[in-house]
């Protein structure tokens, strides 16, 4: 089962879907972007692709058949001094980043050694057949992951429509078997996070992967420029509820009002 979310949510249902989400004020690894040889990131670059980092910023460019990305996981060597968090602990993240016009199947996806969660930008969803992979229409926007309605062990997406070669803000948490995404400061998605079956992922430790971490398989194609990005891996959960729609921030406003006219005539009588 798919769903398709706009990225603004009426009011009512916004503030239904609270997203819990950490302020990473001891995040591990705030604003450090990466480059080659960085200490505090898993790197890994294969030939004819490319991360090059300056001016505030890293651009990862890659081709089919080939990968580029960052991250955290023993099962690719270059372990940074970090670890991810468990899924009780939990693992929260914030990236901010833009995609070219010709990009497609780029990825940010974490693997807690229980549940997974992932952003994927311009999915093709080939779902395997390589031979047709390019065939099928890039999606224009973004799909995240998650636990199917009745079953979390099976997987399912919703999909949000919009403008990668814009530069926005993707965040998560995953947290206690629940996971919770914004785009842009917008909930699209929070509830039940997938659960992996156990002995299908090879990372026993865990894995965080952001750029095209399609190895040698055919899939991302296009460069994805990275402005910023936060890793927190035992967050302190607080509500953040979106802002609510004027119409029904107004409404809001008048409700307090009356309640204030109400509190002066009871201190008049």
């Known amino acids: 089962m798919r769903t398709a979310l706009p990225t603004t ?9 609270s997203l819990s989400l950490s302020a990473p004020a001891q995040a591990v690894e705030v604003n450090s972007l990466p480059f080659n040889n960085s200490a505090d990131w898993t790197v890994i670059v294969f030939g004819g692709t490319t991360m090059v980092a300056g001016g505030g910023q890293t651009v990862l460019t890659t081709s089919g058949s080939v990968g580029v990305w960052y991250g955290n996981g023993a099962a690719y060597g ?50 395997g057949n390589l031979g047709s992979c390019y065939a099928a229409p890039a999606y224009a ?6 636990g199917a309605a009745g079953d979390a062990s099976q997987f399912d997406q919703t999909y949000v429509p919009l403008d990668l070669t814009q530069a926005h803000t993707f965040e ?9 995404y914004r785009i842009d400061g917008n909930v699209v998605f929070s509830g039940a996070a997938y659960a992996v079956v156990p002995g299908s992922w090879v990372a026993s ?16 194609t296009g460069s994805m420029t990275i402005f910023g990005n936060a890793v927190d891996t035992a967050p302190t959960a607080n509500s953040l509820a979106p802002v609510p729609e004027p119409a029904s921030l107004a409404l809001l ?10 509190h002066r005539r009871s201190q008049r009588r």
Do not use: E
């Open 9 to 17: 949510l009426p009011a009512a249902l916004a503030l239904s879907l």
């Open 172 to 180: 998560w948490l995953l947290k206690n078997s629940q996971v919770s």
């Open 78 to 127: 270059d372990t940074p001094a970090w670890s991810l968090g468990t899924n009780a602990s939990g693992n929260y993240l914030s990236l901010t980043a833009s995609f070219s016009g010709d990009a497609r199947d780029w990825s940010a996806y974490l693997y807690d050694r229980t549940h997974f969660a992932s952003f994927s930008f311009a999915p093709t969803d080939c779902n």
């Open 205 to 220: 430790t865990g894995l965080l992967v952001i750029g095209d971490g399609s190895a040698t398989t055919l899939t991302g």
């Open 253 to 262: 406003m008048g409700g307090l009002g009356l309640l204030g006219v109400h």
């Open 141 to 146: 926007g973004v799909s995240v992951s998650h």
